[in-house]
């Protein structure tokens, strides 16, 4: 629940910073210039906060209001650049259709040759990368010392 949370805060926040934007805009251009500018705007805010911040700070801005913190698979290192824009691109281009892939899903689910019960969920790993708590995340690095000595 705290990823879904994370996620709707950053939502939230990417929102709100190019709404006051885009406000000081809109005087000097038409419709098309307001949206493209926009578009723009929301695509650069999403990268600075998906992939700049997470590679500083280990979590995007609500993430880290929800206590979570992004490790690359399996050691639970930094991600590094490359896996942090695979995972941006990935959130950007496949999660924003799965509503109409579920909503066509049930309405094929009655024709022959599909399986009704097929799940195809996201997986948790995203590009080699993982979402964890940040408390876990602690428990298991002392772990991993207090083993190695």
């Known amino acids: 629940m705290r990823r879904y949370l994370a996620v709707g805060l950053d939502s939230y926040l990417c929102l709100l910073a190019v709404g006051l934007l ?31 911040l997470t590679m500083a700070v280990r ?26 824009v695979l995972r941006w691109l990935y959130g950007l281009l496949w999660l924003p259709r799965q509503p109409w892939r579920r909503f066509r899903g049930r309405a094929a689910a009655g024709t022959p040759g599909r399986t009704p019960g097929r799940r195809t969920e996201t997986p948790e790993d995203l590009a080699g990368v993982r979402q964890v708590r940040h408390s876990d995340l602690r428990s298991y690095r002392a772990a991993v010392q207090e083993r190695t000595g």
């Open 22 to 52: 885009v406000r000081s805009c809109l005087d000097y251009g038409g419709t098309g210039h307001a949206v493209a500018l926009l578009v723009v705007q929301l695509a650069a805010l999403s990268f600075a906060n998906q992939v700049l």
């Open 59 to 84: 979590a995007s801005a609500g993430k880290l209001i929800m206590g979570v913190r992004v490790i690359r698979l399996p050691d639970a290192g930094r991600p590094g650049f490359r896996l942090l």
